[in-house]
């Protein structure tokens, strides 16, 4: 199969100093065509920035 979408080393940071927020923090993902992924998590748990980052 093939790679539809990949990511290696996914960050995003909100904020700086003592207020800084790691919303997501080196994430590796790989999707291949054909695969069913969902991302489950509590509320605020960065499931909807992986995706917008992605």
Do not use: P, W
Not at 27 to 54: C, N, P, T
């Amino acid at each position: 199969m093939s790679v539809i979408l990949e990511t290696k080393q996914l960050c995003k940071f909100y904020g700086a100093g003592e207020n800084q927020v790691k919303a997501v923090n080196q994430v590796d993902i790989q999707i291949e065509q054909g695969e069913f992924v969902a991302i489950v998590g509590k509320s605020g748990s960065g499931g909807h920035v992986k995706i917008r980052l992605s």
